[in-house]
């Protein structure tokens, strides 16, 4: 069955850099864009990328200009997700979703990670 | 602009029709997604493509759009299906947006 399986909360300083994964199984990797998507607490989903997963094409949001990098290791079928200079604006639940129908929409989502950005 | 727009809140009583709207410019020539997050939970899609249902989305979920406005509606609503019910668009140079938000209470 497909899953994807985030890597764990993160407690990072203001100005730091954040590194997450999200490791895809159950299906062949290379066929499916891998996007990221953040929620605040409380506060509305954010979408911030995708990535495809074959090629390494990555579309960012303009929001994220500059701070952050998508990138995959089709070996180890994970996507990872760099953010950095972080500010407490960055606090948030981290999520990865798979782009698995032809319209575009998501079929499966990770967990999701917590960023915790405080000094 | 993929501004995408949903009124904060709707409430309404089970069995009753729930209507949700998302608003943007940009949604005729678009498909909108319709996402479902109840707390402490991933979202889960409900409405793809042109209206369409995944497997396992009960049939009192369906989708609808007219000019700029596309409609989630629920038909026969159920205390499970209070949750907050997100909007999604995507331009056709691959960017995404989600609308703010609808929290679905059932009173």
């Known amino acids: 069955q497909v899953q994807l399986v985030q890597s764990g909360a993160e407690v990072k300083r203001p100005g730091a850099s954040v590194k997450l994964s999200c490791k895809a199984s159950?299906?062949?990797?290379?066929?499916?864009?891998i996007h990221w998507v953040r929620q605040a607490r409380g506060q509305r989903l954010e979408w911030m990328g995708w990535?495809?997963?074959?090629?390494?094409?990555?579309k960012y949001s303009q929001n994220f200009q500059g701070r952050l990098t998508l990138t995959r290791d089709t070996s180890a079928t994970t996507v990872y997700m760099d953010l950095r200079s972080l500010t407490s604006e960055d606090m948030a639940v981290y999520y990865c979703?798979?782009?698995?129908?032809?319209?575009?929409?998501?079929?499966?989502w990770g967990p999701g990670t917590l960023v915790t950005v405080s000094s | 602009s993929l501004e995408l727009t949903q009124p904060p809140s709707v409430s309404v009583s089970p069995g009753q029709t729930a209507r949700i709207t998302c608003s943007g410019d940009?949604?005729?020539?678009?498909?909108a997604y319709w996402y479902q997050q109840k707390p402490g939970q991933a979202p889960m899609v409900v409405i793809h493509?042109?209206?369409e249902r995944p497997s396992g989305i009960p049939e009192r979920f369906s989708g609808s759009s007219s000019g700029t406005t596309v409609t989630l509606t629920i038909s026969g609503v159920q205390a499970e299906d209070e949750a907050d019910y997100f909007c999604?668009?995507?331009?056709?140079?691959?960017?995404?947006?989600f609308g703010g938000g609808t929290r679905l209470t059932v009173l």
């Open positions: 979703a798979r782009e698995g129908y032809a319209s575009g929409s998501y079929d499966y």
């Open positions: 159950g299906y062949t990797f290379t066929n499916h864009p």
């Open positions: 990535i495809t997963a074959g090629s390494g094409d990555t």
């Open positions: 940009a949604l005729p020539n678009q498909y």
């Open positions: 493509g042109d209206g």
């Open positions: 999604q668009s995507a331009d056709n140079s691959g960017t995404y947006r």
